[in-house]
């Protein structure tokens, strides 16, 4: 039996479609499915063929955000893996966001970055000095 994948994470932001036409700059993704949601809300599905980001909001966006470090259940970061780091920290920097928690560590090297909504990424390639 094949070990089981993850499909797809579900988060709620302030507005999906910016959030989804970043994530496609960012990691050269591409918006899979795009409508009406749950609530009243939006969904857009952002990611690869194979698995996916759902970015989510709600007609009420005026709720706050909280602490996701100190809330049992709370969606601490999402990691991605890319092939080529500093060229993705180019683009993070680029598209206007601070990274940070750089770490060189055995297998990969990695930074972190927050975007608007408050979500953190994970930034990481298995990639050790350009191979």
């Known amino acids: ?14 507005d999906p479609e910016k959030t989804a ?11 899979r499915w795009f409508g ?4 009243g809300g939006t969904t857009y599905h952002v990611g690869s063929d194979d698995t996916y980001l759902a970015v989510y909001a709600e007609n009420d966006t005026e709720k706050p955000a909280y602490d996701t470090y100190h ?8 990691g991605v893996v890319v092939d080529d780091l500093d060229a993705v920290e180019a683009r993070v920097r680029a598209a ?3 990274t940070h928690s750089h770490a ?7 930074f972190y970055f927050d975007d608007s909504d408050g ?8 990639q050790m000095d350009g191979t």
């Open 36 to 39: 009406d949601a749950k609530n």
């Open 1 to 14: 039996m094949a070990p089981s994948t993850v499909e797809h994470v579900n988060i709620t932001v302030s």
């Open 71 to 78: 809330s049992r259940g709370g969606l601490n970061h999402i």
């Open 104 to 110: 060189d560590y055995e297998p990969g090297r990695r």
């Open 96 to 98: 206007g966001f601070a």
């Open 119 to 126: 979500v953190e990424f994970e930034v990481v390639s298995y």
């Open 21 to 31: 036409n970043l994530l496609c700059t960012l990691f050269d993704w591409h918006i």
